[in-house]
């Protein structure tokens, strides 16, 4: 499906195991996850919540969450992550990408909760986020990332991104991925990228 203005692409909630032997479940935000996301927010790092908002911030705007919180439709979603064995408690990791109307660069941005840092759902979460922008007939993958954040820049490399320097900030680099060049690792799947799930 490469047409931005048909049906929603549906995404249903999947388990899939880290490398680790860890199990998280992903499924697309909630409006009724607000509360849950201020919280998973609130329990990050400094260093962590720098990385994810390039800057220093302890919480979003009720209106900033809100946002947030109804990003499930075909040019934008954002994905929250649990662990597997109590879906219901609180998020552990979190992506969003959202692309312009009439545009083919797609955005993306994403955190994990310190203790399930390099356990492999960072890379899931992208890797997600890709599937979705190729499904939704994005041809550019981008997200900002700060010059320190050594991990992200890190992982980007690893599944296909370069790097780039923008000339506005330079405590920044711009990670992209050419999505018309063919696709490396799992392939996706319409409704629901499968990346190792281990139940539905």
Known sequence: MSDRNQASISVRPVIFR?????????????????????????????????????????????????????MDRPGELALVAFAADDPGAAIIGEAIHVIAPDSARCEFALSVTDPWQR????????????????????????????????????????????LRSPVTDARLVEIVKDLTLPQNGPPCEEGFAQLRPIAA
């Not at 490398?19 to 329990?43: H, K, N, T």
């Not at 990385?51 to 911030?57: E, P, Q, S």
């Open 119 to 162: 356990r492999g759902l960072g890379t899931l979460l992208l890797r997600l986020i890709e599937c979705r922008a190729r499904l939704i007939g994005a041809r550019h993958l981008f997200g900002d990332v700060l010059r320190t954040n050594t991990a992200m820049k890190g992982l980007a490399r690893r599944i296909g991104f370069s």
């Open 18 to 70: 880290l490398p680790d032997g860890g199990a998280v479940r992903v499924r697309p935000i909630r409006s009724e996850d607000g509360d849950r996301l201020q919280d998973y927010l609130g329990r990050l790092s400094v260093e962590a919540r720098h990385n994810r908002f390039l800057g220093a911030v302890s919480e979003l705007p009720p209106r900033e969450i809100a946002r947030l919180a109804a």
